[in-house]
């Protein structure tokens, strides 16, 4: 039971960032999670925060933002451009499942489609596993599966990649900058085990691939919304890149991954006026909290790429979390905020706004016919399938 739900900003803001409020939101989801970094608290998740957190450099990102990504999207894309169609969950998740499997350190390498797709399915099972707390599936099937999955993830690629880095260290060759190398390269410092270092990277690869998926999707569907009522074109949000980020923030801000995140208190304490024994649920509402108009203005549920937010708020409100467990892809995904007034810069653009970009400028629309499902599997709002098109007239 919850003993406490903070729905304005500031509330949010103070319990994510309570030191004695701990994470609770995938007690449920164990069998994939647990013993991840976001389920931990104090010296070890700081521990383990500190060595995973070497590979999400901003030069980094630029880098791979502007070469290897570029690249890695348009073999995805080629199939469906070819087609003039596509669904634009199965694109996304296809797109992202490279890239998280990149940050983590799952080697691919066949690098055909049918790998991708066996990467994907294993990892959508995690997925359903890690969000278990919002499933409408029975638990006791989606753990079974999720198992299952785990033993064919070692099997078909988590044990190679293991070796491979083995070797690099043992031969003192340079490592790739990945999560599975940072903590084979501390394994002396953080002493995992096999489990525990299997479920992290399992962790890394659903908590990248779902997220960032879904924020694309979003984002494109308010997108849609927002040219088809007449603010503005596909070929202004391509000529303006800081617009077109301010609409996935904006997107973002409407559309956390997770509408709530869940917290229990590890001591007494009191938070925005409740008093909460050990033990004790605090629920912060992100949803609400980032919809608040006292921070956001009055049109705070309305979607507005214009909007301009006070010093020290961010443009997505608190969709990549804040506080200890502030999300560690955030940079990467969402890009980097300029200066007020000042344009963004290309390499900084971010990944969910550059998938945007490259699909308006293929001239994405929906499907006429077919209408965008919702995905009942989960109580999160995310979508199961939106059907589009692609009319190939480059926008800019
Ligand atoms: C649009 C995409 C994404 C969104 C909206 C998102 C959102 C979040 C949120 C809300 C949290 C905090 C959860 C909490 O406080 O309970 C989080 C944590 C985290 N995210 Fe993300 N995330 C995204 C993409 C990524 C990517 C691409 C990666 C890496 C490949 C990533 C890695 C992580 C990690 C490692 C944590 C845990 C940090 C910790 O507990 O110390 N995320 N994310």
């Given at each position: 039971?919850?003993?406490?739900?903070?729905?304005?900003?500031?509330?949010?803001?103070?319990?994510?960032?309570?030191?004695?409020?701990?994470?609770?939101?995938?007690?449920?989801?164990?069998?994939?999670?647990?013993?991840?970094?976001?389920?931990?608290?104090?010296?070890?998740?700081?521990?383990?925060?500190?060595?995973?957190?070497?590979?999400?450099?901003?030069?980094?990102?630029?880098e791979y933002q502007s070469k290897k990504f570029p690249e890695l999207l348009s073999q995805v894309l080629e199939p469906y451009l070819a087609a003039g169609e596509a669904d634009l969950v199965e694109l996304g998740y296809r797109v992202t499942m490279n890239l998280t499997a990149d940050l983590a350190g799952v080697d691919r390498p066949c690098g055909d489609v049918e790998e991708t797709q066996a990467l994907l399915a294993l990892v959508r099972t995690f997925s359903t596993g890690a969000t278990l707390a919002h499933s409408t599936l029975d638990h006791g099937e989606v753990n079974a599966r999720v198992v299952t999955a785990l033993d064919q993830f070692s099997d078909k690629f988590l044990d190679a990649s293991i070796a491979r880095r083995k070797q690099l260290i043992a031969q003192e060759q340079p490592l790739p900058n990945d999560v599975l190398s940072k903590l084979l390269g501390a394994q002396e410092q953080l002493q995992l085990s096999p489990p525990v270092l299997r479920r992290e990277i399992a962790f890394y690869l659903q908590a990248g691939a779902h997220s960032t998926a879904n924020a694309m999707v979003q984002a494109i569907d308010e997108v849609f919304r927002w040219i088809a009522g007449g603010h503005s074109s596909a070929q202004l949000l391509c000529e303006q890149k800081t617009l077109l980020q301010s609409a996935v923030h904006e997107s973002l801000r409407l559309h956390p991954a997770s509408p709530v995140a869940l917290r229990r208190a590890a001591a007494p304490l009191e938070i925005a006026g409740h008093v909460l024994k050990v033990g004790d649920l605090v629920e912060v509402d992100l949803v609400q909290a980032n919809r608040d108009p006292n921070v956001f203005g009055d049109d705070a549920h309305q979607f507005n790429p214009h909007r301009q937010t006070k010093p020290g708020v961010w443009p997505f409100g608190l969709s990549f979390g804040y506080g200890n467990h502030a999300c560690m892809g955030r940079d990467l995904d969402g890009g980097v905020v300029p200066k007020p007034g000042a344009e963004v810069e290309s390499a900084s653009l971010g990944i969910v706004p550059l998938l945007v970009q490259t699909l308006l400028r293929h001239g994405v629309v929906p499907a006429a016919q077919q209408a965008p499902q919702a995905d009942t599997t989960t109580s999160r709002p995310n979508f199961a399938s939106y059907p589009v098109r692609f009319t190939g007239e480059k926008a800019a």
């Open positions: 039971m919850i003993q406490a739900k903070l729905t304005s900003y500031a509330d949010a803001m103070a319990a994510l960032k309570h030191p004695l409020l701990v994470q609770a939101l995938y007690d449920a989801g164990s069998s994939v999670m647990g013993d991840a970094l976001i389920t931990l608290d104090g010296d070890e998740h700081a521990q383990r925060r500190v060595v995973e957190f070497a590979v999400f450099k901003r030069r980094f990102f630029r």
